[in-house]
Every structure is written in structure tokens, then in C-alpha cells.
């Protein structure tokens, strides 16, 4: 992999990363769904002018429909329904029956999911060594929550965990079929199309919820947490990653992803001068370790 994807790679996954510290803003001054619906409508709000923009500029013909292949459609149309609709839905509902324990453990598996999903569309199976470092890396995952978070705090509710894996599987899809298609017409285009999509989608939903009473009463920090989420998260993250999973290969790439908890652990100790305790490091040591040997090989 070269530099550039790398870097995009971790520009994404610091994005990420800083995620839950925006959700926890978010969800207390706003209903959980009725903040997950906004984190997608918002971002296709901002993604339209955005369109038009890229529209109006030389590159503009990956943003026209007539000029896309015939199979980078429907990529597009899965990347945006499953990374922006049912993710977001999913995994919302799943953490309000099950513990965050577990729904954070389950989360931790999506490299391995990734890499899954796209060796199905490649039709190859991944190697011994991929294996052996997704194992060694999940265990790292498994020390880390059930250090910090503890699996006895939340009900361990089946439908809830079903959920949450349901919605691990629709995020590494999206993640597979925005990849393929950024290859085409490009991260940018891919995630942007995608937003707008979702937010489509999801608009018919938000007339059910009482979100101008919701928004009314919304702190300021509320407000500044689903920018984040629909600006951060949403556009320059998917966007970033998209374009470094395209280049940098799918399967090898998305080992990155395990590095997701340790840059919250990092703002945790950082901003929320947690402690950071033994267990935290060996199972740091561990993630890290298991990216270094799945990656020893190039797989994607």
C-alpha cells in the first residue's frame, strides 16, 4: 500500500474514531433514532450543493448518471442504502436493547466482516495470515471493551446483538460496494451520491418524529455534534476511506479499521484524563500485532 492511501486510511479512521464522543453529544439532547435519521439528512443536505458544485467543475462527468457504467449503479445505490439508511437505523435500535459492551465488541469485528464480504464479490478466500491477524486483533478488541465498557452494565438481549451484527454486515457491504465504485467515478462522487440517497430515503421516516419541537429544544453542543457526525463521520470519512480501500486494496485496507478503538482510547486518556491501565496496553500491543501480520501480506 502506498503512502497516500495509508494516510487516507487514517484520516478516516481518526474520524471515526472521535465518533462516540459526537454520538454521546448528540443522543443527550436528542431522541437516539431521531439523531441517527438527522446524522443522514443532514449530510445529504450538505452533499447537494456539493453535487452541484462538482457538477458545474471539469470533473463533472463522474458526477453525471449518463456517464457512469452500467454495474457502478447499483454499487452505488448499495453503498448508500446500506451505509447511510440501515447502518445508522440498525445499530441505533440494537444499542437500545443490548449492552454497549457487546454492541462495541460486535462493531470491532467489521475489518474481519470487510474482508469477508469482499472476498465474496472477489470470490478468493482470504490466507492463513489474514486469519491469524484478524484472531490476534480481535482478541486485542475483546480486552479493550471489556476493560473500559464491562459486559455486566446493559441487557444482553439477542434481538439487540442480532441487530448490531446486522448492521456490521450492512456497514462492511456499503464499505465493499463504495469501494468498487470509487474506483469508477471516484470516492467523492461515490460518497456524496450515496448521502443523497439515504436522505431520500429516510426523509418519508422523519415525518413521523417531532423533530421540530426535538431541534427547538436541541443544546448547542447538540447542534455541533450532528455537524460532526453528518460532515465528519459521514462525507469526509466515508469519503477517505472509499478512496483508500479502492486503492490500497479492500481486504488489506480495512485492517485499519481495527485501529478505531485505540484512537478513542487516545482521546479518552487524552480529553477525558481516563487512565490508562495495563490491560489497555496489552490489548493495544494486540491490535496492533494483529495488523502487522494480516498486512505482511498483500491480500486485496
Do not use: H, N
Amino acid at each position: 500500500m502506498g503512502a497516500k492511501p495509508l494516510a487516507a486510511a487514517a484520516v478516516a479512521v481518526s474520524i471515526w474514531g472521535a465518533t462516540p464522543f459526537a454520538t454521546k453529544l448528540a443522543v443527550a439532547g436528542l431522541d437516539p433514532l431521531a439523531a441517527g435519521l438527522l446524522r443522514t439528512l443532514l449530510g445529504a443536505l450538505i452533499a447537494v450543493p456539493l453535487l452541484i458544485a462538482a457538477a458545474r467543475s471539469r470533473r463533472g462527468g463522474r458526477v453525471s448518471l449518463a456517464a457512469w457504467p452500467g454495474g457502478t449503479r447499483p454499487l452505488v445505490a448499495v453503498s448508500g442504502v446500506c451505509g447511510f439508511v440501515l447502518f445508522p437505523l440498525l445499530f441505533t435500535l440494537g444499542m437500545g436493547l443490548t449492552g454497549a459492551g457487546r454492541g462495541a465488541l460486535i462493531l470491532g469485528a467489521l475489518p474481519v466482516l470487510t474482508g469477508l464480504v469482499a472476498a465474496m464479490a472477489e470470490r478468493r478466500a482470504p490466507r492463513p495470515r489474514w486469519w491469524l491477524g484478524c484472531g490476534l486483533a480481535m482478541l486485542g478488541i475483546a480486552l479493550l471493551v471489556g476493560e473500559r465498557l464491562g459486559f455486566s452494565g446493559g441487557r444482553a438481549d439477542t434481538l439487540g446483538g442480532l441487530l448490531v451484527v446486522a448492521s456490521a454486515l450492512c456497514a462492511a457491504t456499503g464499505y465493499v460496494a463504495g469501494a468498487r465504485a470509487a474506483r469508477v467515478i471516484g470516492s467523492w462522487t461515490v460518497t456524496l451520491c450515496g448521502l443523497v440517497l439515504g436522505g431520500l430515503v429516510v426523509l418519508p421516516v422523519t415525518a413521523f418524529l417531532p423533530l421540530p419541537g426535538m431541534l427547538a429544544a436541541a443544546p448547542v453542543l447538540t447542534w455541533g455534534a450532528l455537524v460532526y457526525l453528518a460532515l465528519g463521520s459521514s462525507i469526509l470519512g466515508y469519503a477517505a476511506w472509499y478512496w483508500a480501500l479502492g486503492q490500497g486494496g479492500i481486504a488489506r485496507t480495512g485492517l485499519l479499521q481495527f485501529l478505531q478503538p485505540l484512537v478513542g482510547l487516545l482521546l479518552a486518556v487524552a480529553i477525558l484524563d481516563e487512565a490508562l491501565t495495563r490491560p489497555m496496553a496489552v490489548a493495544a500491543c494486540a491490535v496492533l500485532g494483529g495488523v502487522a501480520i494480516a498486512r505482511g501480506r498483500r491480500q486485496g
